[in-house]
């Protein structure tokens, strides 16, 4: 067993498990939800804010940073713990999925990828090393492999082609990895063909690495391929390492997570939602613009608990919305990020007492989700 992962407690009815990933920075509970910060912040909340909502790490981004203000002055400032006033774990992307979203401003290479920078046009050439010195640089807890993200309707060729590139860049960035206290993880990709998924999973195990994430899912694909996907790698991934999916974040994305056995989750969801006045609740989505709750006293959700649910009511923060007031989205995202890391103890707790199938039973029950949402209806 690796000595930075500790598997605690796997369910008796399905794969779902607690762990302990032990950095430099502190414990992470596992399964766990990690906010974004992309720019070395989580948009409208403080580092207080996001320890009171129960934030054990965020991700920050490795593309933007290096962009602005630069990997070289954040390690001048002390890296990206001191920088940002974060003393608690950090993970950092590779930048991979940022450079792939730039469809007409990139040209992919064996070397790397070569990019024009969105905020000035300017020229620029990242590779699996330079990745990696960014990562270092930056000093985050976790950092990643660099990788190619292919789309999700990419045809099996080129999925192929992509995946055998990605496996070279991890050897590469495995071989430019000399950060010791920095966890390494590798990324699987293979799109929606569970066999070159396998295949990359495989090349990467024989190259050995800290952790195992998915990479290149909710990128459009239908949800069952997501699910088959999370099933086919799932049974693959060794146990004793922290399992992470990338970029998957609606309620019903994690809890599918959880039940198949993986720890490790970021998306942009609760904190873009929240901006935009979508709040999540044990019952369902609530979109506090609704005249419905322009006199409405009740909180968000009266079951969560969190600082904004014990202090203010839906027609307050309405009235914050609709007046286009900078509180409205720290009080939205303070909630939404609470709501998220509340519904992943809650998951750990159900896992702890061997009751995560009933429990994912009944969030959907909550959640008015119906038997259509699944393949089969005997899965609920």
């Excluded at 994305?253 to 720890?263: C, I, K």
């Excluded at 707790?349 to 429990?359: G, P, Q, V, W, Y």
């Amino acid at each position: 067993m690796p000595d930075h992962f500790q598997l605690l407690h796997k369910d008796s009815s399905c794969p779902a498990r607690t762990g302990m990933v032990v950095t430099p920075n502190g414990k992470i509970q596992t399964p766990i939800f990690m906010p974004v910060g992309t720019n070395a912040t989580v948009k409208a909340m403080r580092p207080e804010d996001l320890k009171d909502a129960g934030t054990q790490i965020i991700l920050a981004n490795t593309y933007h940073l290096y962009l602005r203000p630069g990997h070289h002055l954040v390690s001048q400032m002390g890296g990206l713990h001191r920088f940002m006033a974060w003393d608690r774990p950090i993970l950092t992307d590779s930048g991979g999925f940022q450079v792939y979203s730039l469809t007409d401003l990139r040209k992919i290479t064996e070397e790397g990828v070569k990019f024009r920078s969105h905020i000035d046009g300017s020229a620029h050439l990242l590779t699996p090393e330079l990745s990696i010195s960014i990562q270092e640089s930056l000093g985050a807890d976790i950092i990643m492999c660099f990788d190619e993200c292919p789309p999700a309707d990419a045809d099996r060729s080129y999925v192929e082609s992509s995946l055998a590139m990605t496996s070279r860049w991890a050897t590469r960035c495995k071989a430019a990895h000399t950060r010791k206290d920095q966890l390494l993880f590798g990324i699987v990709q293979g799109g929606r063909f569970n066999d070159l998924r396998l295949r990359s999973l495989h090349e990467l195990q024989k190259t050995g690495f800290d952790g195992y994430a998915l990479g290149g899912l909710s990128v459009g694909e239908e949800k069952q391929v997501m699910h088959d996907v999370m099933e086919a790698c799932g049974e693959q991934l060794p146990p004793e390492y922290p399992r992470y999916i990338m970029g998957i974040g609606t309620p019903e994305d994690l809890v599918e997570a959880v039940w198949r056995g993986y720890d490790m989750f970021d998306c942009v969801m609760p904190s873009r939602n929240a901006r935009n006045g979508m709040l999540f609740t044990s019952t369902g989505r609530v979109n506090i613009k609704c005249k419905q709750y322009e006199a409405d006293h009740e909180p968000i959700d009266p079951e969560c608990g969190c600082y904004v649910c014990r202090n203010y009511s839906r027609a307050y923060l309405r009235h914050l919305f609709r007046s286009g007031e900078i509180l409205a989205s720290m009080l939205n995202t303070h909630h939404n990020i609470s709501w998220y890391l509340k519904l992943m103890a809650k998951m750990r707790e159900a896992i702890s007492l061997d009751k995560f199938t009933l429990f994912r039973k009944d969030f959907y029950h909550q959640q008015k989700k119906t038997a259509e949402y699944f393949k089969e209806e005997q899965t609920l």
